[in-house]
């Protein structure tokens, strides 16, 4: 049974950090291309940074240079370290991956206040 666990999730001032964490069982992990999307308050669910098995990774454009996401396959973990938060980042964060159907998180929430 797939199981994605987040955590990290708080309250930050706007401009602070915060490191998400995701952690996988049930999963070879270290083939499985890994993502991390946010939803907020009235919008729909969006990606926010992908990573492949090899270590390549994507970001949406809202969070280019203040996000990023990195993997250790000998924990079965993905992260996203969020720098320079803003309010707009206020979301419901989610770990996702596939394996013949999406299998998601249950997310954690970052509130950014201004």
């Known amino acids: 049974q797939v199981q994605l666990v987040e955590s990290g999730g708080g309250l930050v001032q706007a401009g602070g950090s915060l490191r998400l964490t995701c952690t996988a069982s049930g999963i070879i992990f270290s083939i499985n291309a890994m993502n991390w999307y946010r939803q907020a308050p009235g919008k729909q669910r969006e990606l926010v940074a992908h990573i492949i098995s090899g270590g390549a990774t994507h970001y949406a454009d809202s969070v280019k240079g203040r996000f990023t996401i990195s993997r250790d396959n000998a924990k079965n973990t993905v992260y996203l370290q969020m720098n320079s938060l803003k309010p707009d980042d206020t979301a419901v964060y989610y770990c996702?991956?596939?394996?013949?159907?999406?299998?998601w998180g249950k997310g954690t929430l970052v509130t950014v206040s201004s």
């Open positions: 996702k991956t596939y394996l013949g159907m999406n299998c």
